[in-house]
């Protein structure tokens, strides 16, 4: 709305003074260009120091985070002063970056209203000089400064929010990256038409064979983590993978679930290579227990249920019993409904 009138506001004004005295108009507009060029300069300098705070704010935060879910680990290896040394070190860089940030928006309004008093200043000058010499009108000049007034108002207004306008430009880039981010992998093209066609991939909702056809694979950095790999499960087959540290076997559970794809080779289900299914359909007929497992604040029964929300509550302690769960879960003061605090910390994760 400001920039919409206050740019009407200005038009408006700069024909009104060149009609009636484009000498003397010019004379006013021609700090325009030099406050153009001066908005330019410091929209520059205080985008890249707005970026720079809102990333080391973000580090600042992780590091803030890391010391307190990290505190007890940080307590047996008595890091607690490297560890405020390190938030130190961010502290000062952020108040580094703020206070650059904070000199330049400073600087810049100021220098925003000097040049509009000179330009005012300049047609007082000009216009004494016409008075003087060319017999101009008084009156006419004393217009010309209160046009001038008037044209200069709401650069000024602009000016008094155009830092703001860059920190948050700072802040929606950041926002945007993550939200716009592309995930690597997603459904092909093929499975998202057949899934907004027919809402289903076009394929048996069964999951009995999984093969893994000469999988070949490496994160995006490092070296082949899989070559050649071949292996054939059957419905009902329990199988063990058991290797060194760093061996694959994880990676291999990634790319089962297809949190990451084969770079080369394939992965069947029941004959089906699996990038020709949806990802919805196979990470909901997997189950897996994750090497860390989180717990989510809410109660027990809250997180058993987190997979299949309508589940019953026989449904959730039968879940309970198969793991061994139940009875301890049934000693707690309030059950099922025991909140386990954020992150399960009230709880042993075991
Ligand atoms: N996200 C990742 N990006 C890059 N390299 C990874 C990633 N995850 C694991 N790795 C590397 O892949 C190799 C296999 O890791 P992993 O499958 O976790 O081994 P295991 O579970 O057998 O101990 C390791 O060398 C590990 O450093
Ligand atoms: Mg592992």
Request: negative net charge.
């Amino acid at each position: 709305m400001d920039f919409i009138w206050g740019t009407m506001l200005m038009a408006g004004t700069s024909v009104v003074m060149i009609v009636y005295n484009w000498r003397l108009a010019l004379v006013v507009l021609c700090v325009v260009p030099l406050l153009f060029g001066v908005s330019v300069f410091f929209r520059k300098r205080i985008l890249r120091t707005s970026r720079l705070v809102r990333k080391t704010n973000s580090k600042l935060t992780a590091s803030y985070n890391e010391g307190i879910v990290g505190v007890r680990t940080s307590k047996v290896f008595v890091r607690e002063a490297e560890n405020l040394g390190d938030f130190d070190r961010l502290a000062d860089e952020m108040r580094s970056h703020s206070i650059q940030n904070a000199v330049l928006s400073a600087v810049y309004l100021p220098l925003v209203l000097t040049l509009a008093s000179v330009a005012i200043a300049l047609s007082l000058a000009w216009g004494g000089h016409q008075v003087a010499v060319y017999g101009l009108w008084v009156g006419e000049v004393v217009m010309f400064m209160y046009y001038a007034q008037l044209f200069f108002q709401p650069v000024q207004e602009m000016s008094a929010w155009f830092a703001e306008l860059q920190m948050a430009q700072a802040s929606a880039e950041r926002v945007l990256s993550l939200v716009e981010a592309v995930p690597d992998v997603r459904d092909t093209e093929d499975v998202a038409k057949r899934l907004r066609e027919t809402g289903e991939d076009g394929h048996p909702d069964r999951m009995d064979h999984i093969e893994f056809e000469k999988v070949g694979f490496r994160y995006r950095t490092g070296p082949t983590i899989l070559d050649g790999f071949s292996l054939s499960v059957d419905p009902g087959q329990i199988i063990a993978l058991v290797g060194a540290t760093g061996g694959g076997k994880s990676t291999l559970v990634n790319l089962l679930c297809r949190f990451y794809e084969p770079t080369e080779g394939r992965i069947l289900i029941d004959g089906i290579a699996y990038r020709d299914r949806s990802l919805l359909w196979l990470q909901s007929n997997l189950g897996i227990v994750l090497q860390q497992p989180h717990l989510f604040s809410g109660t027990i029964g809250e997180n058993i249920r987190y997979g299949k929300l309508d589940a019953a509550q026989e449904e959730i302690e039968d879940a309970a019993e198969l793991a061994g769960a139940h009875d301890f879960i049934a000693e707690l003061e309030n059950g099922y409904d025991t909140f386990v605090g954020e992150g399960g910390n009230q709880l042993s994760l075991g």
